[in-house]
């Protein structure tokens, strides 16, 4: 390519992730890769599994280029750090590399350094770990990330300091694009209830999130249980997969609520899905600043979340936070509130800054300035 069409090109950032499934923290960089300026920017992926992936046909779509690796299926750490050496030697365009994955950063950053990437830019989306050996694993390696980092993001001040402690951070919102949910189609939403099996005058009840003990679906169930006694028209509807689906069928099935949850699997209408919803739910064991919570306010739905949920997820008038320790107080609360919808829950949305192009135009002015001064360093 010649000088001028060179100049011309976009700059290319890497994201370092885990896979791109469907999940808050790959929703999120979705929602910036959607709204950036991609004539100025354009985003490649590294994966840390070689399998296909919710977001993968996306990505090309938009012009991104996917690299898979197998060190999580096979534990092969002498051949990563080959292939890292051996990626980065070949993609000398990449001078920021963006890691949304703390765990793996103690290796996949000082082979970035040495190979000469200037912006090694780290991202907190969470809270805590995971309460079993594969979190407290997490926790060890990710209290090797900081180190190596140049810059870092989260999507909270307690999730920045739980990762980053006292280093400077940037608190970054989980931007969504709010004008999407804050379509309200009646016909639609009554052709995606019947599609779900709901009935009129049932209350619909709603989760999404990977089926995990983070996300603390044996709770949720318990919960809802004490609401169906108080609301007999409820209904449950739970969006996502992981490994503990088919416990959760089982308890679902112990608990007598079979005929009232429904497991709708991977979504990609969550738009509409969260319109058919008339209340959401998110009994999390921990959060960084869920993506999902932002989308259920911005629909204007009230929502019922844990007290271990990071308060600065709120910007509606209907949010309601509960302790987990007590799931009997969640049915009184339910059954108590006023389960009416906000009409005004995307203005409210767009002033506490969770509109997502408030959250690209900060990424992309971040990446065009770090490009600029690297560009400048080097020039003779």
């Given at each position: ?83 890292l050496r051996e990626l980065f ?80 951070f940037t608190v970054l919102p ?189 990424l992309q002015k971040f990446y ?13």
């Amino acid at each position: 390519i010649g000088g001028r069409e060179q100049l011309m090109a976009p700059i290319r950032v890497l994201q370092v992730m885990p896979a791109m499934d469907a999940g808050g923290m790959e929703t999120f960089v979705m929602n910036v890769y959607r709204t950036i300026d991609r004539d100025k920017v354009q985003f490649d992926f590294l994966y840390h599994y070689d399998k296909p992936c919710f977001f993968d046909d996306e990505i090309c779509t938009l012009g991104g280029n996917i690299y898979k690796m197998t060190v999580r299926q096979d534990n092969n750490l002498p051949r990563y750090l080959r292939e890292l050496r051996e990626l980065f030697a070949a993609h000398p365009e990449w001078r920021i590399i963006h890691g949304h994955y703390s765990g793996f950063g103690m290796f996949y950053n000082p082979v970035a350094r040495r190979a000469g990437i200037p912006v090694r830019v780290g991202h907190s989306h969470n809270t805590a770990y995971e309460p079993n050996l594969v979190g407290r694993l997490d926790k060890l390696m990710s209290s090797r990330f900081n180190a190596g980092l140049t810059d870092r993001f989260a999507c909270s001040q307690k999730a920045g300091e739980m990762l980053f402690g006292k280093s400077p951070f940037t608190v970054l919102p989980n931007g969504i694009m709010t004008d999407v949910f804050a379509l309200h189609d009646p016909a639609a939403r009554a052709a995606l209830r019947a599609e779900l099996g709901v009935q009129e005058g049932e209350i619909l009840f709603g989760h999404v999130g990977r089926f995990c003990e983070q996300k603390n679906h044996a709770g949720l169930l318990r919960i809802f249980a004490g609401v169906s006694r108080r609301m007999p028209n409820a209904r449950l509807v739970l969006i996502g997969t992981g490994e503990l689906v088919d416990s959760t069928r089982a308890l679902a099935q112990e608990l007598n609520l079979s005929d009232r949850v429904i497991f709708a699997g991977v979504r990609k209408d969550m738009a509409a899905l969260y319109h058919a919803m008339d209340v959401f739910l998110l009994p999390s064991l921990f959060e960084g600043l869920p993506v999902v919570l932002v989308e259920a306010q911005a629909a204007g739905l009230p929502c019922f979340v844990a007290d271990t949920v990071d308060p600065g997820a709120a910007f509606a008038g209907n949010i309601h936070y509960l302790p987990l320790q007590n799931e009997a107080a969640w049915a009184d609360s339910i059954a108590a509130a006023d389960l009416t919808r906000d009409p005004n829950a995307q203005a409210k949305a767009i002033a506490a800054g969770f509109d997502v192009h408030t959250s690209a135009g900060i990424l992309q002015k971040f990446y065009l300035e770090q490009t600029q001064k690297y560009t400048k360093e080097v020039q003779p």
